[in-house]
C-alpha cells in the first residue's frame, strides 16, 4: 500500500508530550524548558491541525535514566491493557511524515521507516528491540484517522521504577493541567510506578497546586 505523503496520524502523547510546548520542540525544534537537550524538529515545522484529549487502558510507569531530564525517569506504558487502567493523553494530528520524525527524535535520531499498516493490522510492532520508545501501538480510530503512540518494546514485568526529576513531572502536570483540576492530578499520580513510594506527599503537592 503506498502511503499518500499528506497522510495524517494522531500521535497520542502520555509524557512529557502532554504538555503542547514541549511536544512543538519536536515539530519546529528547540530546547524545552526543564531539559538539557536541544531537539532537532520535524523536516516539516508545521503545526498539528487539531488536538484533544485521549484516555488510554495501558498502565503508565517511570523507568531508565534520562540523560536530558536529570538522568532520572521518563514515562513508559505497558503492553497489556486493562479496563480499569487511566492514563492521561494528549493526541496531536500530524503528518505521517511528522510522526515518523519524532518516533526517530525520541530515538536519539534512529533512522525510522514505519509501516504503520502492520502495525494496525498486528496491534503493535517492535521496530528495534534495544531502542527506549522501539515498539509502536495502534491504539484505533478518532475522525477517520488512526491513532498511534509509542513505548518500550517490554512489557512491565521485571522493571526497575525510577523516580522522575522535578522539571519532567512538572512538564506533564503543565500539560494535565490544561484538562484537569489539580486534585485529579494528584490523585492520578498516587497509583504511578516510579512516583508511588518515590515522591513524598509533601513533594509532590509542591509540583501540583
Known amino acids: ?4 505523503k499528506r497522510k495524517y496520524v494522531w500521535y497520542a502523547s502520555y509524557g512529557s508530550n502532554i504538555n503542547t510546548d514541549r511536544f512543538l520542540c519536536y515539530i519546529k525544534g528547540g ?3 526543564g531539559s538539557s537537550k536541544v531537539e532537532t524538529g520535524c523536516k516539516d515545522p508545521s503545526l498539528p491541525i487539531a488536538s484533544s484529549t485521549f484516555t488510554m487502558k495501558f498502565p503508565l510507569y517511570f523507568a531508565k535514566e534520562a540523560a536530558k531530564w536529570e538522568s532520572k525517569g521518563v514515562a513508559f506504558i505497558g503492553l ?3 479496563s480499569d487502567c487511566v492514563t492521561y493523553s494528549k493526541k496531536y494530528l ?3 511524515d511528522q510522526f515518523n520524525d519524532i518516533v526517530s527524535q ?3 535520531g534512529l533512522s525510522i521507516d514505519l509501516n504503520l499498516d502492520e502495525v494496525i493490522k ?3 510492532k517492535v521496530f ?3 531502542a527506549w520508545y522501539g ?3 495502534y491504539l484505533g480510530k478518532e475522525e477517520g484517522y488512526p491513532i498511534f503512540t509509542f513505548t518500550a518494546p517490554w512489557d512491565i514485568q521485571g522493571v526497575e521504577w525510577k523516580k522522575p526529576s522535578h522539571p519532567y513531572l512538572k512538564t506533564i502536570i503543565k500539560g494535565l493541567l490544561e484538562d484537569h483540576s489539580n486534585e485529579e492530578i494528584y490523585r492520578y499520580f498516587l497509583s504511578k510506578q516510579g512516583i508511588k513510594g518515590e515522591f513524598t506527599d509533601e513533594e509532590l503537592r509542591s509540583l501540583i497546586f
Open 80 to 82: 497489556t491493557p486493562a
Open 135 to 137: 515498539n509502536v501501538l
Open 94 to 96: 500530524i503528518t505521517l
Open 106 to 108: 525520541e530515538n536519539n
Open 1 to 4: 500500500m503506498i502511503i499518500m
Open 122 to 124: 498486528e496491534g503493535s
Open 31 to 33: 530546547k524545552p524548558e
Open 128 to 130: 528495534r528491540s534495544n
